[in-house]
């Protein structure tokens, strides 16, 4: 599977959407923040559904 990212805006979700599926797309990913409720609502509003769960450790510097 060929994988690819693009920047795709929330206000033009679903032109952005057509656009990536001409392109070959079969799948868009979004991440947000677990206290980003209101975000959380939007995309599942936009059809998208939540598929698993992030992991990710901070490194000390």
Do not use: P
């Amino acid at each position: 599977m060929k994988q690819f990212a693009a920047k795709v805006s929330a206000q033009n979700s679903y032109q952005d959407s057509k656009r990536l599926q001409r392109w070959g797309c079969v799948a868009i990913e979004v991440t947000t923040r677990k206290r980003c409720v209101d975000a959380q609502r939007f995309y599942k509003g936009m059809g998208f559904r939540h598929t698993h769960v992030n992991c990710t450790k901070e490194l000390k510097r």
